[in-house]
């Protein structure tokens, strides 16, 4: 989210503010080999010297509906917010279930940096995004925008509902 402006990096947004766990920032700024591709520092290091980087924790709460989740096993300190309106819940699901395929725990993706703690954080989420029958966008599914989950005879979670209409009214 950094513009280039006469040779100057600047915040696209200067108005926003960017969110990010602590252990994402250390990570982004000290990354393994895998990863060093992924964290370009002049991708990110405008934001923190121009004064809109907000680091958040887990359960933290911005604007009244969005809940900061915190994910590990993907990434170091990755989050994916849940949004509470007053009729829905719906979790961007980030890397952690990036399509809809990928919501049995045991389909991970091959770039986790730790599939077992993917594994793990997910069956920790899912019952939880099943009780409260909560939308989960999936960032990187090329059919569904969105989908909920159901349970199948052999306790295995799965995407249903899955739809490109999604449009939630408060």
């Known amino acids: 989210m950094i513009r280039n402006e006469a040779g100057a990096l600047l915040p696209k947004f200067p108005n926003a503010q960017y969110h990010v766990t602590k252990a994402q920032w250390e990570h982004a ?3 393994n080999d895998r990863e060093r591709p992924s964290f370009l520092t002049e991708n ?3 934001l923190k ?3 809109v980087l907000n680091f958040v924790d887990d359960g933290d709460i911005l604007f009244d509906c969005i809940e900061v989740r915190v994910f590990n096993g993907h990434t170091l300190g990755m989050i994916a917010p849940v949004i509470h309106g007053s009729n829905y819940t719906l ?4 890397d952690l279930i990036p399509a809809a395929a990928h919501v049995p725990v045991n389909y991970v993706i091959g770039y986790d940096v730790q599939p077992l703690i993917t594994m793990e954080e997910k069956k920790q989420i899912l019952p939880w995004l099943k009780e409260k029958g909560a939308w989960l966008f999936f960032e990187h599914d090329a059919a569904f925008a969105v989908a909920q989950l159901d349970v199948n005879e052999k306790g295995q979670y799965l995407a ?6 999604w449009i939630f009214n408060d």
Do not use: I, Q
């Open 91 to 94: 979790m961007y699901m980030a």
């Open 49 to 51: 010297e121009h004064g």
């Open 44 to 46: 990110f290091l405008p």
């Open 160 to 165: 249903v509902n899955r739809t490109n209409d």
């Open 29 to 31: 700024n000290h990354p």
